[in-house]
């Protein structure tokens, strides 16, 4: 069963940066549009960075982008996510998983992010 991991998170200023991790057990990462994901207090998760299989196509929300660099390294089946600039808004616990709802997997627990002001 294809596991999960995030990690990386941490607590920051305003203005900081960190790296998160997510690692994936399987042989097929490589083939699937990996996404990063965050939910913060009271409200649903959503999607904010996706990468193609290849890495060749990504994709941001505006809140983050120009801020938030979604990366993959399909040798160590790992997705990583390089958060600049934080905000106190992008205080959440993220979340990576492939993005096509069908082939979903089961969530990891996250990493917890807070930026202080």
């Known amino acids: 069963q ?9 607590l920051v200023q305003t203005g900081g940066s960190l790296r998160l991790s997510c690692t994936a057990s399987g ?22 960075a996706t990468i193609t299989g290849g890495g060749s196509t990504n994709y941001y929300v505006d809140s983050v982008k120009g801020r938030f660099t979604i990366s993959r390294d399909n040798a160590k089946n790992t997705v990583y996510l ?3 600039s ?9 979340y990576c998983n492939r993005v096509i709802a069908t ?4 969530w990891g627990q996250g990493t917890q992010v807070t930026v202080s002001s």
């Open 2 to 10: 294809v596991q999960l991991v995030e990690s990386g998170g941490g």
């Open 27 to 48: 042989s097929t990462f490589r083939f699937n549009t990996m996404g990063w994901y965050r939910q913060a207090p009271g409200k649903q998760r959503e999607l904010i």
């Open 86 to 94: 934080l905000k106190p808004e992008d205080t959440a616990v993220y």
């Open 103 to 106: 082939i979903r997997l089961t």
């Open 82 to 84: 390089q958060m600049n």
